[in-house]
């Protein structure tokens, strides 16, 4: 038990520096010195303790800051793809679009029309048929702010469990462990 928990805080400190340092290339070998352990293990241990690899974590991580500078800002996408490390739009899009579910300039139109997220624009009716507009409609529903939660909140909720049953691990459609890859980006 006290050697899961001294490797929990080996990982732990890991996804620290991925969180503070997502923005710069990180690669599997750095974060595995920082958990004093070896990158194929380190890869195994993170996912079953974390229930994702490094390399979806750190991915996922930078698409949440992506989200909120398309949100905030009025930069480019290309410019917002290389304030989160992304080094190609290409790759940035199509991550961005696998993890959200639409693309960049869709994710900014919709939420710059106050739109919430899984929110659906219905088409226009097919055959040429006509909707009779409703007397009062509906307010739109706007998005709020990006709620605030406390740091302790987030710090409780994201520890590592201490039995690897109670997180069952998340599939992955990148095979960062199986792929030789020991690059994370």
Request: charged letters at 25%; glycine letters at 4%.
């Amino acid at each position: 038990m006290a050697d899961r928990v001294a490797q929990n805080r080996r990982l732990l400190r890991a996804r620290d520096a991925m969180d503070r340092d997502f923005a710069l290339p990180l690669d599997v070998a750095s974060l595995a010195a920082i958990a004093c352990i070896s990158e194929s293990n380190f890869i195994r241990s993170f996912k079953s303790t974390f229930g994702e690899t490094p390399h979806r974590y750190l991915q996922r991580r930078r698409i949440e800051r992506a989200m909120f500078l398309l949100r905030t800002t009025d930069r480019s996408v290309t410019d917002v793809c290389l304030m989160c490390s992304f080094s190609s739009l290409g790759t940035f899009s199509r991550t961005f679009s696998d993890i959200i579910g639409e693309s960049p300039s869709a994710f900014r139109a919709r939420t710059a029309r106050g739109e919430p997220p899984g929110f659906q624009r219905a088409e226009p009716p097919e055959n040429g048929q006509r909707l009779e507009p409703l007397a009062d409609p509906p307010p739109l529903q706007t998005m709020s702010p990006v709620a605030v939660v406390p740091t302790c909140f987030v710090r409780t909720w994201a520890r590592p469990a201490h039995t690897v049953t109670s997180r069952a691990p998340k599939s992955s459609s990148f095979g960062e462990a199986g792929s030789g890859r020991a690059r994370v980006r």
